[in-house]
């Protein structure tokens, strides 16, 4: 802990993802729908990798629940999405949902019933699953419950609220889920073309690569890579251990979220599935095979097993055989992970360089204060807008000091 690490920009990767970013948005132009279709899923699928990799490959927390995170920002906006769907355009002819009516409701329940508006689901589908894993994040940290037992919490929870989404079947639509929603629309019945979504997708991909590389490059993200690497030795050095463990939870719950409401109008449809040990077991193998801590390889790991599995579908249905012996082999001869393979200067996660910590002072004082240097761009657009607001009362006053002086020699 005697230095600190201060980010630097890296030109040479940089470069690469924007040649990345560039072949993947003219692949609508050039590629079929299906396949511009699956692209857009598995950069969802993508981006849920890299929420666990914030949690496991950064801060050392094993967890099979961010499936759960991605069905219940899924389920808030298929809410919005049904109950804004057209009385003629539902089974019975009604508005409120095919599902609620073959149940025996006769009305929209209190709770599901602000979800009709745009605002207020979009919000749920960030809100509930970062609040459910505040809370449930709060009882495991502030317990100092660590290691296995953490791993083995999040399978319970994963297991338990699939069964209680099933038997909810007036409210949930049961094993089927939610189906057969409208398409998004924005600005008073602006529908969003494939297209548009397809690009909102590999923006949102965009900005959770670069917002995390942001993170985890700081000294905030050193701290957590410490949490990992010896979380005794922080406590002892008056961290407050649990706190950065339930933001990074949180932080990873709330990116999951938004990705399984964007999810939900690409493929028009959420059901319990994604809440199972089946799919939470997938998103670790993708944080396993990309590289933990790396952010990039979750990401690529996602999209070549999608890509992979499309294609051997073709063939056989025993793909899920094909995707173990490659974790088999990932795990014995490359345990870094796909983006082990590349020369260091091009890793997400090495972009850094160490500072000696100053002479006076003790290094963990002097950490605690460069802690969250993340802010720093923040604060310096607070400065620069103090100086100039200085600057222009200063030239004010000296107008008007000039402008009297003029008065007086007049008189």
């Not at 942001?214 to 050193?222: A, C, K, M, P």
């Not at 706190?243 to 999951?256: E, N, Q, R, Y």
Request: positive net charge; charged residues 10%; proline residues 4%.
């Amino acid at each position: 802990m005697g230095r600190l690490r201060q980010s630097t920009v890296p030109v040479k990767l940089l470069a690469i993802g924007g040649i990345i970013f560039l072949l993947l948005a003219i692949l609508p132009f050039v590629a079929g729908e299906f396949q511009t279709n699956l692209m857009a899923k598995l950069l969802l699928f993508g981006v849920l990798g890299i929420s666990l990799d914030l949690v496991w490959g950064f801060t050392g927390i094993l967890s099979f629940a961010h499936g759960v995170f991605f069905t219940l920002g899924g389920y808030a906006m298929a809410y919005y999405l049904k109950l804004n769907l057209a009385a003629s355009a539902n089974t019975y002819g009604v508005a409120l949902p095919d599902f609620m009516v073959w149940n025996g409701l006769k009305e929209l329940p209190w709770f599901i019933a602000p979800l009709k508006f745009f605002p207020i689901a979009a919000i749920a589908m960030v809100a509930l699953p970062a609040v459910f894993a505040y809370i449930i994040g709060w009882f495991i940290f502030r317990s100092k419950v660590s290691g296995v037992y953490i791993t083995i919490i999040t399978l319970a929870i994963a297991s338990a609220l699939t069964t209680f989404f099933v038997s909810q079947q007036a409210y949930t639509g049961g094993t089927n889920g939610i189906t057969d929603v409208s398409k998004l629309t924005l600005f008073g019945g602006f529908v969003i073309p494939p297209t548009g979504l397809y690009f909102m997708i590999l923006i949102f991909t965009t900005c959770v690569l670069a917002g995390g590389y942001w993170l985890t490059q700081s000294n905030f993200g050193l701290i957590l890579r410490s949490i990992k690497e010896n979380e005794k030795r922080i406590s002892y050095l008056g961290y407050d251990v649990a706190s950065f463990k339930i933001f990074i939870w949180t932080l990873s719950a709330g990116i999951a979220g938004i990705a399984g409401g964007l999810f939900v109008p690409l493929n028009r449809f959420i059901s319990p599935v994604y809440l199972g040990v089946a799919f939470g077991t997938q998103v670790v193998i993708w944080v396993a095979v990309g590289g933990r801590g790396t952010l990039v390889g979750p990401l690529i790991a996602a999209i070549l097993l999608g890509q992979l599995q499309n294609s051997v579908d073709r063939i056989t249905q025993d793909w899920q055989l094909i995707v173990g012996i490659i974790l088999l082999v990932v795990v014995l001869f490359l345990p870094n992970g796909l983006m082990g393979l590349l020369p260091k200067q091009f890793k997400l996660a090495e972009q850094t360089n160490l500072l000696p910590a100053p002479d006076s002072g003790s290094t963990a004082g002097f950490v605690q204060a460069r802690l969250f240097d993340w802010l720093t761009p923040l604060q310096s657009l607070v400065r620069l807008a103090g100086r100039s607001l200085r600057l222009f009362i200063g030239a004010r006053r000296t107008a008007t000091g000039a402008l009297r002086s003029n008065r007086r020699s007049r008189w």
